[in-house]
Nanobody
Framework: QVQLVESGGGLVQAGDSLRLSCVHS????????TAWFRQAPGQERHFVAA????????YYSDSVKGRFTISRDNAKNSVYLQMNSLKPEDTAVYYC?????????????????WGQGTQVTVSS
């Protein structure tokens, strides 16, 4: 059994920063890539960022590139999403996901495990 638990969401103003955390528990997820997705009300779930197990490869959607940074600490079973210069359009529920993917499939929904999500709301 694997659990992913997100935290760090909240209500902020445009231009502010937030840091999301995703902690996984259960069996070891060696070789698993981890990603962040987001879903706004009435919209599909969209890819935000991903990182390979080693941390050597990161991948970002164009909408967050240069503002968000994904990182991981495998000793703490944690993956982080540092979000800077937040915009109202970043408002969504943010989900953490883990799976064994190739670099080419990192931005897809083909992840094995998903968290319950954390709400991020950015006011203008």
């Amino acid at each position: 059994q694997v659990q992913l638990v997100e935290s760090g969401g909240g209500l902020v103003q445009a231009g502010d920063s937030l840091r999301l955390s995703c902690v996984h528990s259960g069996r070891a997820l060696s070789s698993y890539a981890t990603a962040w997705f987001r879903q706004a009300p009435g919209q599909e779930r969209h890819f935000v960022a991903a990182i390979t197990w080693s941390g050597a490869v990161t991948y970002y959607s164009d909408s967050v590139k240069g503002r968000f940074t994904i990182s991981r600490d495998n000793a703490k079973n944690s993956v982080y999403l540092q979000m800077n210069s937040l915009k109202p359009e970043d408002t969504a529920v943010y989900y953490c996901a883990a799976g064994i993917l190739t670099e080419w499939t990192l931005p897809t929904l083909d992840y094995d495990y998903w968290g319950q999500g954390t709400q991020v709301t950015v006011s203008s």
